[in-house]
């Protein structure tokens, strides 16, 4: 018998304790007879401006990630979609397949994506789009590892830049006028798409605005992972306002 509220899919979405932005953001995409379930990896709200500060922040995730995949299944969701960029994008290109793999298991079987999986699906429905920007919520070592994946992934990295929050709570507190000063610093006309990588950045709707006056894709990580889990799910639901990605494809 179907879920009386999720009777077409279940979407379990995993994320760091400090995050206040995923959910918000993927419940405005949620489409009818489509719920969505969200659990918490505990992590600490470390300073990230140095080397043992991001490590912190991974040892976290990955010593919480297996009992809050543990704790979401129990409400028997279709998919999971990881919604933490650091353990998508820091493990690199050799290691993403055996990190899926593993929460994969923890998954009991469930199919699971990551940030990783859904861009690189994303760009290559808007035509197999190779030259982006990044902007990412890090500062300068968080940039160069995040650019480190998307040149050995086979992308021309044309530019980035990083938003600086210092903890992994400080990202939710970027705004409107942050975002638009980074659009703003990593387009030029190699530029084919913009890709904003980071959950707990709330960009999704200004993504979708600024589509309109640059006339390229701009992706905001909570968006395209929650396309590519509902297009994994084959729920094809097209709808405005919320960019070309959700519109055309």
Do not use: C
Not at 73 to 79: E, L, V, W
Not at 112 to 133: E, K, Q, W
Not at 160 to 178: F, K, N, Q, V
């Amino acid at each position: 018998m179907a879920d009386s509220q999720g009777y077409r899919a279940k979407v379990g979405f995993l994320v760091p304790s400090t995050n206040t932005t995923a959910q918000p953001e993927i419940d405005d995409l949620r489409p009818i007879g489509v719920t969505n379930h969200i659990a918490r990896m505990t992590i600490a709200n470390s300073e990230m401006v140095e080397r043992p500060g991001f490590d912190q922040v991974l040892d976290d995730i990955r010593g919480s990630a297996t009992p809050a995949i543990e704790s979401l299944i129990t409400a028997d969701p279709d998919i999971v979609a990881v919604g933490v960029s650091p353990e998508a994008f820091w493990s690199g290109v050799d290691a993403q397949s055996k990190v899926v793999s593993a929460f994969s298991e923890d998954a009991g079987g469930r199919p699971v994506i990551t940030s990783a999986d859904a861009v690189g699906a994303a760009l290559g429905a808007l035509g197999d789009l190779r030259r982006v920007a990044i902007i990412t919520p890090y500062v300068k070592l968080g940039d160069n590892t995040v650019r480190r994946f998307f040149d050995d992934s086979g992308f021309d990295v044309v530019g980035i830049e990083g938003l600086g929050a210092s903890t992994p709570a400080a990202i939710s507190h970027i705004g409107p006028d942050r975002l638009r000063t980074a659009v703003a610093a990593v387009d030029s006309a190699d530029v084919q798409a913009i890709v904003q990588v980071g959950t707990n950045v709330a960009m999704a709707r200004f993504a979708a605005s600024a589509e309109a006056f640059l006339g390229k894709p701009v992706l905001s990580n909570n968006a395209v992972l929650y396309w590519h889990a509902l297009r994994t799910l084959g729920i094809t639901d097209r709808f405005p306002g919320h960019g070309t990605l959700f519109e055309q494809h």
